[in-house]
């Protein structure tokens, strides 16, 4: 897929293909498809390419430790056997 930040020119309303609103002065990163190809060549936004994205590594981090606290929750919730020695 092909990935671009768009950004509404100043001036210019610019509202999102599937109608949820309009699309932020700051922009969004889409994908390139007919729709804004033609706001581009209609004079509407400003397209450059998206900020890199580091994120993915972070949102990758953030299941295995999800897993690992609830493993941990789970596991201190876990009935344990009285201690005869304990009495």
Request: net charge positive.
């Amino acid at each position: 897929m092909n990935r671009i930040l768009v950004k509404p020119k100043p001036g210019r309303v610019v509202w999102l293909p599937d109608g949820s609103g309009r699309l932020p002065e700051a922009g969004k990163t889409v994908t390139r498809n007919g729709y804004w190809t033609r706001r581009e060549r209609d004079g509407d936004i400003d397209v450059s390419e998206p900020p890199a994205q580091t994120q993915p590594a972070a949102k990758a981090a953030a299941p295995q430790a999800a897993r690992a606290a609830s493993k941990k929750a789970v596991t201190s919730a876990t009935p344990q056997p009285p201690d005869p020695d304990n009495g």
